[in-house]
């Protein structure tokens, strides 16, 4: 058995320990960031540990997420690169256990004559009596094994990030989930709204159309003129127009639903009525940590900078030497029939120790490149905190002033409804002009078209709200 071992000088102790000092980092790897207060309404609860499918009460909208959740393109991609990154795992595994393979092969060779090695063939006999072989044949087969032992424990390193990697896409996925099931959502919010709003228009064109039958009574009556009969008919063409304006959002609205559920342009069944009454969930929002809890963006940041730390493990131990063990065990002759032969057993094993000694400009730079990605990471989570801490305040306090906007604009719509009806009467009794009675009109229909859109956006705030806390992907 032939044993051979290669050791190649690395440089010194001191010369690495200088070349892979990390920089300062302030201990912000082991830093998460969480506010000393929150302006808003602190319970022991949140909203977000609430499952979608009990969070949203509207059938027809859980029907809609969920087809959204099994076919849309997007988030089939996103699962795809999850196991993508599952597959880096099983890679990186790999990659620090011994390698054992097999293989055989034959040859033909023929030396020239006057060489050292032809005239010893030449010179000597493989048996007795019996010269050697011209060409000489080569038949081998074995198992051959190598193995890198990880003595820095940069393999195992490795895969612990692609584990971490691995857990961020998760945090991605989910993320992407929770931002999916909002959209849809708010979109579906909004085409009640616009609903409302199309069957407003409708009563508003029954209401000005028969005003203006009216008014053109009047003027046969020689108590208006034509300027209030065209003034109204004005108004009438004004509002068809809008009927159209909203009846094209409706179908810009269902296809953008069409779109996140993967499938082509067809229309989206919801409920239409009682939209004025549909009531927004009472959120709760909790405590600061809970948000780092579910946040997943969150998650998925706190994952991408513990792999980033980890790979400057890595990326440090390059200085390092490496140690390899390879070995075979087979068999080899000329002759295939002498394969059988005890004296055809071929064996070796070899270590080798290698490292860096000249020229280590690349090795430093990916070291130097893995604690720039290790900042990077680390502010990275810094923003992504200080985003969902935002936002989880931006959206309570839009609930708040929503409520009180909409109480007033209920009020408002109230008011101007019932002033129709009072412009009305006074104009058919000649004290109020015609002009009393379109801004009148004017002025209801804009307040009705108002309080839907305050709805929605009351009902969309409710949704932000849960989606800034992290729910939907739970």
């Not at 060409?135 to 990030?161: C, Y």
């Not at 099931?181 to 159309?209: P, W």
């Not at 730079?365 to 985003?387: C, D, P, S, W």
Request: one cysteine or more; charged letters at 20%.
């Amino acid at each position: 058995m032939k044993i051979r071992i290669i050791v190649i000088f690395f440089c010194g102790i001191s010369l690495i320990f200088n070349a892979c000092k990390a920089p300062e980092i302030a201990g912000k790897t082991e830093t998460r960031v969480v506010p000393d207060s929150f302006n808003g309404s602190l319970d022991s609860t949140n909203s977000a540990r609430v499952k979608w499918s009990e969070y949203f009460s509207d059938p027809k909208l859980k029907s809609l997420i969920e087809i959204a959740l099994e076919n849309n393109q997007e988030l089939n991609i996103t699962l795809q690169e999850i196991e993508i990154s599952k597959n880096e795992i099983m890679a990186r595994k790999g990659e620090y256990l011994p390698f054992l393979n097999y293989g055989a092969g034959a040859g033909v060779d023929k030396v020239a004559r006057y060489t050292n090695i032809g005239a010893l063939e030449k010179n000597i006999d493989i048996k007795p009596g019996r010269e050697t072989p011209e060409p000489l044949t080569d038949f081998m087969g074995g198992i051959f094994a190598s193995w890198e032992v990880d003595i820095w424990h940069k393999l195992r390193n490795a895969r612990q990030a692609a584990v971490n990697r691995y857990l961020g896409t998760i945090g991605g996925k989910n993320f992407m989930v929770t931002n999916l099931i909002a959209e849809i959502a708010n979109t579906y919010y909004e085409l009640l709204a616009l609903d409302s709003q199309l069957e407003i228009i409708k009563q508003n064109i029954q209401i000005q159309s028969n005003a203006l039958k009216v008014v053109k009574l009047q003027k046969d009556a020689t108590r208006v003129t034509e300027l209030a009969v065209r003034r109204f008919q004005a108004q009438v063409l004004n509002t068809q127009e809008m009927q159209y304006e909203i009846q094209q959002k409706i179908v810009v609205a269902e296809n953008k639903i069409n779109f996140l559920l993967g499938r082509y342009p067809q229309p989206v069944l919801r409920d239409t009525t009682n939209f004025n009454d549909i009531v927004p969930n009472i959120i709760k929002v909790g405590n600061p940590t809970q948000i780092l809890q579910n946040r997943p963006d969150i998650i998925q940041a706190e994952q991408e900078l513990q792999a980033a730390k980890i790979e400057v493990t890595v990326a440090r131990a390059n200085f390092y030497p490496r140690l390899g063990l390879s070995a075979g065990l087979g068999l080899q002759a000329f002759n295939p029939v002498l394969l059988v032969n005890p004296r055809s057993i071929l064996t070796n094993l070899a270590g080798d120790l290698m490292g860096p000694l000249v020229n280590k400009n690349a090795i430093k730079a990916t070291y130097f490149n893995a604690n720039a990605k290790q900042i990077q990471a680390i502010y990275n989570y810094e923003r992504t905190v200080l985003n969902a801490y935002i936002e989880v305040v931006n959206q309570f306090s839009n609930i708040a002033n929503l409520q009180q906007s909409y109480n007033l604009k209920t009020n408002e719509v109230l008011a101007l409804t019932q002033s129709i009806n009072i412009a009305n009467s006074l104009f058919n009794s000649a004290r109020a002009d015609y002009m009393e009675v379109l801004l009148t009109q004017r002025d209801a229909l804009e307040s009705r078209f108002d309080l839907a859109e305050t709805k929605m956006r009351q009902l969309n705030a409710s949704v932000n709200i849960y989606r800034a806390l992290g729910g939907g992907w739970n």
